[in-house]
Structure formats: structure tokens, C-alpha cells
């Protein structure tokens, strides 16, 4: 129902739920009864006093019915919103069942897609690209498949404004300006091209949803197939690269390709790290930065 959450199941224990545009709302567990019933407190930002929700969990035959009671103080406020508060628990117990059933989540498959990855933006690069303004989202690689690259933006186009919002380097500006909008809305993004302000109609792209299969062996079959894909693009990318190239750099801040490749290391090993905890175990690799050494020192 939201986009962080973090608990402490027990009477007395915290219940912190946020969303993007920095809402959220905290409170304490008051009863949990297993597999029976769940009460809690919380008060949200703009709540003016906290309020009581009570969950029931009933068996019936293979299903689950589940009861939500949402107890408001009296006063014009609880009032005036009520019909909000019904509405968007409707909205997350359809949900809950929808990730239960089929495992998709509409908070992600309804989220909208701009389709950007952005790069690096300050003064100095506003110079020498000739773009009149230092603040502002820096487009990078752009999917053709997506919306921007569709709607016309383009590698090294300087987001300043989306729909009225203003775009600054924050990236959480870029998040909150479609907050609320759904696949299919269209905003008005305005962009320097170099020299140049433009303006144009951009259409939030949908989410692409992978099919995922079921099985655990299949789905270690499809993953394996990326990563071989990937794993050949790699060694393809270093064949004939001697150390000296490989070592080498741009400039001062920019990464050698030997710096790179630690890092993708660097990175697998944290989401191998990632799954084990998941899991209940305990992270099999501490010795990261050992590994991040060697792939720096040794050709």
C-alpha cells in the first residue's frame, strides 16, 4: 500500500509506512492474534489526531476473508474524509489480493514509465554543452521503445520542467512531478537542447512486466540465458584490451574500464549478499573489497 514500510510485529512495536512526495504516517502495534486478527494505531502527516485500524483474517474453505475496520475520532475532519479513507482501502485490499493471486502488484504495473537513464549535470558541464541553466535533469541513454525517446527528448537534453513542476538535479523532483499520473497521461516537458528551451507533449510509458516463470528451475533457465548474453558482451568488450588500456581513463574523474568491471563485480556479489538474507542465511562474500583489489592490480 505503500512504497517503505517498516515494522515491528508485536504489541507495542512500530508500524512506519511511507510514499513518495514524503507522506507518511507512524504508529504502534496494538494486538496481533495469529492468523486471526491484527490491530494497530498510527497518525499520519496530515491527520490531526491518530487514528484505530482493526484487521480479521477468517478461513473459508481454500480462501481468506478479510475484515478491515478503520475506527475514526469524532469531529468535521474524520468527517469531511471518510469517503478518502474508504476509498483508498478498497484500492489496497483489491490489491492485496491481486499480488496474493497473481503475483503482479499495481503499484508497479500501474506506475508510469518516462523511459530515461540520466547522467551527470553541474555548471561546468552546462558551459560546455551551452545550456543557460546548471539545474535540471541531463538525459543519457534513451530506450526507443519508451515514451522520451517516442516523444522526441533525446541524449543530452536538460529536463527543467515537467507539467509546470520544476525539475532540479534532486532526482526525488523528477518523482514527485508524476506523482498520481498513470500510464497513458500526457505532460508537458520542457528542455533545454543546448542553447535551445523546447517544449513538447510526453506520454508516460507503461511498465514492461517480464513473464516470470513459476518454477524455480525455468526461472533459473531464463535468468541464465541473460546472463550469458551479458557475460559474452563483456568478454568481447576486453578481448585484445591490453592492461595500460584498460587502465586508462578519460580524466581525472572518470572510471578506467578495469574500474567498471570491479564494480559490476562489486555489485553482483551485493545482490548474491541481498538473497542470502533474504533467505535466512548469512552473506557468503566479505571479502568484497579483497575482490575489487585483485581486479585492480592484477592484468
Given at each position: 500500500?505503500?512504497?517503505?514500510?517498516?515494522?515491528?510485529?508485536?504489541?507495542?512495536?512500530?508500524i512506519?509506512?511511507?510514499?513518495h512526495?514524503?507522506?507518511?504516517?507512524?504508529g504502534?502495534?496494538i494486538s496481533?492474534?495469529?492468523?486471526?486478527?491484527?490491530q494497530?494505531?498510527?497518525?499520519s502527516r496530515?491527520?490531526p489526531?491518530p487514528?484505530?485500524?482493526?484487521?480479521?483474517l477468517q478461513?473459508?474453505?481454500?480462501?481468506?476473508?478479510?475484515?478491515?475496520?478503520?475506527?475514526l475520532?469524532?469531529?468535521?475532519?474524520?468527517?469531511e474524509h471518510?469517503q478518502d479513507?474508504?476509498?483508498q482501502w478498497?484500492?489496497?485490499?483489491?490489491n492485496?489480493?491481486q499480488?496474493?493471486?497473481t503475483?503482479l502488484?499495481?503499484?508497479?504495473?500501474?506506475?508510469p514509465?518516462?523511459?530515461?537513464?540520466?547522467?551527470?549535470f553541474?555548471?561546468?558541464?552546462?558551459?560546455?554543452?551551452g545550456v543557460?541553466?546548471?539545474?535540471?535533469?541531463?538525459?543519457d541513454?534513451?530506450?526507443?521503445?519508451?515514451?522520451?525517446?517516442?516523444?522526441?527528448?533525446?541524449?543530452?537534453?536538460?529536463?527543467i520542467?515537467?507539467?509546470?513542476?520544476?525539475?532540479?538535479?534532486?532526482?526525488?523532483?523528477?518523482?514527485?512531478?508524476?506523482?498520481g499520473?498513470?500510464?497513458?497521461?500526457?505532460?508537458?516537458?520542457v528542455?533545454?537542447r543546448?542553447?535551445?528551451?523546447?517544449?513538447?507533449?510526453?506520454?508516460?510509458?507503461?511498465?514492461?512486466?517480464?513473464?516470470?516463470p513459476w518454477?524455480?528451475?525455468?526461472?533459473?533457465?531464463?535468468?541464465?540465458?541473460?546472463y550469458d548474453?551479458a557475460?559474452?558482451?563483456?568478454?568481447?568488450?576486453?578481448?585484445?584490451?591490453?592492461e595500460?588500456?584498460?587502465?586508462?581513463?578519460?580524466?581525472?574523474?572518470e572510471?578506467?574500464?578495469k574500474?567498471?568491471l570491479a564494480?559490476?563485480?562489486?555489485?553482483e556479489?551485493?545482490?548474491?549478499e541481498?538473497?542470502?538474507?533474504?533467505?535466512?542465511g548469512?552473506?557468503?562474500?566479505s571479502?568484497?573489497?579483497?575482490v575489487?583489489?585483485?581486479c585492480?592490480?592484477v592484468?
Amino acid at each position: 500500500m505503500c512504497d517503505f514500510a517498516t515494522v515491528a510485529a508485536r504489541p507495542g512495536g512500530r508500524i512506519y509506512l511511507w510514499w513518495h512526495g514524503d507522506f507518511y504516517s507512524a504508529g504502534e502495534f496494538i494486538s496481533l492474534e495469529e492468523n486471526k486478527s491484527i490491530q494497530f494505531e498510527w497518525h499520519s502527516r496530515q491527520d490531526p489526531a491518530p487514528s484505530q485500524i482493526t484487521v480479521g483474517l477468517q478461513e473459508i474453505g481454500n480462501n481468506t476473508l478479510v475484515t478491515l475496520i478503520h475506527s475514526l475520532p469524532d469531529g468535521e475532519y474524520w468527517s469531511e474524509h471518510s469517503q478518502d479513507f474508504l476509498q483508498q482501502w478498497t484500492v489496497t485490499l483489491a490489491n492485496l489480493a491481486q499480488v496474493l493471486e497473481t503475483g503482479l502488484d499495481k503499484r508497479v504495473i500501474d506506475r508510469p514509465m518516462l523511459g530515461i537513464n540520466v547522467s551527470d549535470f553541474n555548471a561546468e558541464i552546462a558551459q560546455s554543452m551551452g545550456v543557460p541553466v546548471s539545474d535540471g535533469i541531463r538525459l543519457d541513454f534513451l530506450p526507443e521503445e519508451m515514451s522520451a525517446y517516442q516523444s522526441g527528448l533525446r541524449k543530452d537534453d536538460v529536463l527543467i520542467s515537467l507539467d509546470g513542476k520544476p525539475i532540479t538535479k534532486d532526482f526525488e523532483s523528477l518523482v514527485r512531478a508524476i506523482q498520481g499520473k498513470k500510464c497513458g497521461d500526457i505532460m508537458e516537458a520542457v528542455f533545454y537542447r543546448g542553447p535551445e528551451k523546447k517544449s513538447l507533449p510526453l506520454e508516460l510509458s507503461t511498465r514492461p512486466i517480464p513473464q516470470i516463470p513459476w518454477e524455480p528451475e525455468k526461472l533459473a533457465e531464463v535468468i541464465r540465458a541473460k546472463y550469458d548474453v551479458a557475460q559474452a558482451a563483456l568478454e568481447a568488450a576486453f578481448q585484445g584490451i591490453g592492461e595500460s588500456e584498460a587502465s586508462f581513463g578519460t580524466s581525472p574523474n572518470e572510471w578506467s574500464a578495469k574500474e567498471v568491471l570491479a564494480h559490476l563485480i562489486q555489485t553482483e556479489r551485493h545482490w548474491l549478499e541481498n538473497l542470502e538474507d533474504e533467505i535466512g542465511g548469512y552473506p557468503r562474500f566479505s571479502d568484497d573489497w579483497a575482490v575489487t583489489a585483485a581486479c585492480m592490480s592484477v592484468p
